[in-house]
């Protein structure tokens, strides 16, 4: 398999070139350059695969330049050392109609963790097959719960260092004591005054910055991904959803072969991205339902075709969506408008110039044969967050209740009832403030500090505190750095400088 550019500059890179560069050089995203194929004889092959067996046959279909051991033994590493349960991703079911993808059972309690344990192997592996010499400096804006994974991910290997930036007001406090409390030889953490846009705008401008790579690259230094522009994060996310179907059909939810819908809570566009690639390797999906929250430029644009970031940010209960420019669109566009991707280069100018662009009739009629969009306001997600504990005893994370209370939505308007996985990012223990106020009430928390309100919810509900979050305000704290966001290359520079 071959990647290219969805802005025209690049082809014919391997995965392993992918993976290392992480973003186009014009400053597009690699695309795999052919669609695979899993026909129904390969579905019912696979449909009795453990999820390291699946993980090993979709990774090898893209990373055809790894041998069939490499793929393994990132798989292995990745997934069977104890850094998740048994089952990895576990789907529960809550009514005859619905079951949760639970995605977030691995070292960080958020779903990024699914991609995060296996992109170092990957690049690790990579960086030897393309020669790399220079330390790769992994360089990532985080909206909260990419930081951490990707901090757990990389931490220790050798040749890569890992530096973050989180808006200092835009994550939640579980994520920020995760993220200051890092320990690792290889790891820097540093807030930006600003919202998850200004750190990610600040990181992009690094990357495409063509001058400061050439003066680290003299230093044998250079800049990589671990944000979903980075295919080598996408890719281990589409096996998920093989997994949850193939569970739900040998539990006797659905018929092998029989449609599924799946619901996701979007922000940068890259998980629900990898349902799409899903689909379109040949996984029986009737809708994708996009669920956005009160930042809901996603449901407009799906609406309209207009991409219109020029409206105010919301920072809401659900903060890992709180996102105004979704990157990964920007591979559905290309894939939707028949990979033009002259056209895409100019979309991405419009939007860069003018923080707007909007996209023709008919790649938005092909967008919207799969995909269906809305969004929660604050009071409606915890509203679902109070009804789905007492009507199914089951504790949801304000993500997920995102998805959850939208999936209701798309019941009403369409009236399709078709059976549907909503994808579970988080433990509703990362966001226990918004999830115990939701259903216990303001006054059961008064003068509860962020760690009392986590052992509140455990007590009430029964449910243990999950090991990454136990103890973390008795951690030592180690990042205590805080900048402005115009001098996040400053930052970046002093560190990799730094020994
Ligand atoms: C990152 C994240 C999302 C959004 O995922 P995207 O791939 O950016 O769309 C949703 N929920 C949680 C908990 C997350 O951490």
């Given at each position: 398999?071959?990647?290219?550019?969805?802005?025209?500059?690049?082809?014919?890179?391997?995965?392993?070139?992918?993976?290392?560069?992480?973003?186009?050089?014009?400053?597009?995203?690699?695309?795999?350059?052919?669609?695979?194929?899993?026909?129904?004889?390969?579905?019912?092959?696979?449909?009795?695969?453990?999820?390291?067996?699946?993980?090993?046959?979709?990774?090898?279909?893209?990373?055809?330049?790894?041998?069939?051991?490499?793929?393994?033994?990132?798989?292995?590493?990745?997934?069977?050392?104890?850094?998740?349960?048994?089952?990895?991703?576990?789907?529960?079911?809550?009514?005859?109609?619905?079951?949760?993808?639970?995605?977030?059972?691995?070292?960080?309690?958020?779903?990024?963790?699914?991609?995060?344990?296996?992109?170092?192997?990957?690049?690790?592996?990579?960086?030897?097959?393309?020669?790399?010499?220079?330390?790769?400096?992994?360089?990532?804006?985080?909206?909260?719960?990419?930081?951490?994974?990707?901090?757990?991910?990389?931490?220790?290997?050798?040749?890569?260092?890992?530096?973050?930036?989180?808006?200092?007001?835009?994550?939640?406090?579980?994520?920020?004591?995760?993220?200051?409390?890092?320990?690792?030889?290889?790891?820097?953490?540093?807030?930006?005054?600003?919202?998850?846009?200004?750190?990610?705008?600040?990181?992009?401008?690094?990357?495409?910055?063509?001058?400061?790579?050439?003066?680290?690259?003299?230093?044998?230094?250079?800049?990589?991904?671990?944000?979903?522009?980075?295919?080598?994060?996408?890719?281990?996310?589409?096996?998920?959803?093989?997994?949850?179907?193939?569970?739900?059909?040998?539990?006797?939810?659905?018929?092998?072969?029989?449609?599924?819908?799946?619901?996701?809570?979007?922000?940068?566009?890259?998980?629900?991205?990898?349902?799409?690639?899903?689909?379109?390797?040949?996984?029986?999906?009737?809708?994708?339902?996009?669920?956005?929250n009160d930042?809901?430029?996603?449901?407009?644009?799906?609406?309209?075709?207009?991409?219109?970031?020029?409206?105010?940010?919301m920072?809401t209960i659900s903060?890992?969506?709180?996102?105004?420019?979704?990157?990964?669109?920007?591979?559905?566009?290309?894939?939707?408008?028949?990979?033009?991707?002259?056209?895409?280069?100019?979309?991405?100018?419009?939007?860069?110039?003018?923080?707007?662009?909007?996209?023709?009739?008919?790649?938005?009629?092909?967008?919207?044969?799969?995909?269906?969009?809305?969004?929660a306001t604050e009071a409606e997600t915890l509203?679902?967050?109070?009804?789905?504990?007492?009507?199914?005893?089951?504790?949801?994370?304000p993500?997920?209740?995102?998805?959850?209370?939208?999936?209701?939505?798309?019941?009403?308007?369409?009236?399709?009832?078709?059976?549907?996985?909503?994808?579970?990012?988080?433990?509703?223990?990362?966001?226990?403030?918004?999830?115990?106020?939701?259903?216990?009430?303001?006054?059961?928390?008064?003068?509860?500090?962020?760690?009392?309100?986590?052992?509140?919810?455990?007590?009430?509900?029964?449910?243990?505190?999950?090991?990454?979050?136990?103890?973390?305000?008795?951690?030592?704290?180690?990042?205590?750095?805080?900048?402005?966001?115009?001098?996040?290359?400053?930052?970046?520079?002093?560190?990799?400088?730094?020994?």
């Amino acid at each position: 398999m071959k990647y290219k550019s969805t802005r025209g500059g690049a082809s014919g890179l391997s995965f392993s070139e992918a993976v290392v560069k992480g973003l186009a050089p014009d400053g597009g995203l690699f695309v795999p350059e052919k669609p695979i194929v899993i026909d129904s004889l390969d579905l019912s092959a696979m449909s009795s695969m453990n999820y390291e067996q699946l993980a090993i046959n979709i990774i090898s279909r893209y990373a055809d330049d790894f041998t069939p051991e490499e793929v393994k033994d990132c798989v292995k590493k990745a997934y069977s050392f104890g850094s998740f349960p048994e089952i990895v991703a576990p789907v529960t079911n809550i009514n005859d109609k619905l079951s949760v993808l639970e995605l977030y059972h691995g070292p960080t309690s958020a779903f990024k963790d699914m991609a995060l344990q296996i992109l170092p192997n990957f690049m690790t592996y990579a960086m030897k097959k393309t020669g790399e010499e220079n330390e790769v400096i992994i360089l990532t804006a985080t909206s909260g719960d990419t930081g951490k994974a990707a901090l757990e991910g990389f931490k220790d290997i050798p040749g890569i260092r890992v530096m973050v930036f989180y808006p200092e007001d835009g994550v939640s406090e579980m994520q920020k004591y995760q993220m200051i409390t890092q320990q690792g030889n290889n790891v820097r953490v540093v807030a930006v005054k600003g919202n998850f846009d200004d750190a990610q705008s600040g990181v992009k401008k690094i990357f495409s910055d063509e001058e400061f790579a050439s003066v680290i690259a003299k230093d044998g230094k250079e800049l990589s991904s671990a944000n979903s522009i980075n295919w080598g994060r996408l890719l281990p996310q589409i096996v998920y959803y093989f997994h949850a179907y193939f569970t739900m059909a040998r539990n006797g939810q659905i018929r092998l072969g029989a449609k599924i819908n799946f619901v996701v809570p979007t922000g940068n566009f890259g998980n629900i991205l990898a349902c799409y690639y899903a689909k379109k390797a040949g996984l029986p999906i009737n809708r994708i339902i996009c669920a956005s929250n009160d930042n809901n430029i996603l449901s407009d644009f799906m609406a309209t075709g207009t991409y219109n970031k020029n409206r105010s940010f919301m920072t809401t209960i659900s903060p890992a969506m709180d996102i105004l420019i979704s990157s990964n669109l920007e591979r559905l566009l290309f894939d939707a408008s028949g990979e033009d991707a002259v056209m895409i280069a100019s979309l991405m100018d419009e939007l860069k110039r003018d923080g707007v662009y909007t996209v023709d009739n008919r790649t938005m009629n092909n967008i919207n044969e799969t995909f269906w969009a809305s969004y929660a306001t604050e009071a409606e997600t915890l509203r679902t967050i109070t009804d789905t504990y007492n009507k199914y005893n089951y504790l949801v994370d304000p993500h997920t209740a995102v998805g959850l209370n939208v999936y209701e939505k798309y019941r009403q308007t369409t009236g399709d009832d078709t059976t549907t996985v909503a994808v579970s990012t988080a433990s509703p223990f990362k966001f226990n403030s918004s999830v115990a106020e939701a259903i216990f009430g303001k006054e059961a928390l008064e003068g509860l500090d962020e760690f009392e309100v986590l052992e509140y919810l455990s007590e009430k509900t029964g449910i243990e505190i999950p090991m990454p979050l136990r103890n973390l305000n008795k951690k030592e704290i180690l990042h205590k750095k805080v900048c402005e966001a115009s001098d996040m290359k400053k930052e970046v520079l002093e560190y990799i400088c730094s020994k």
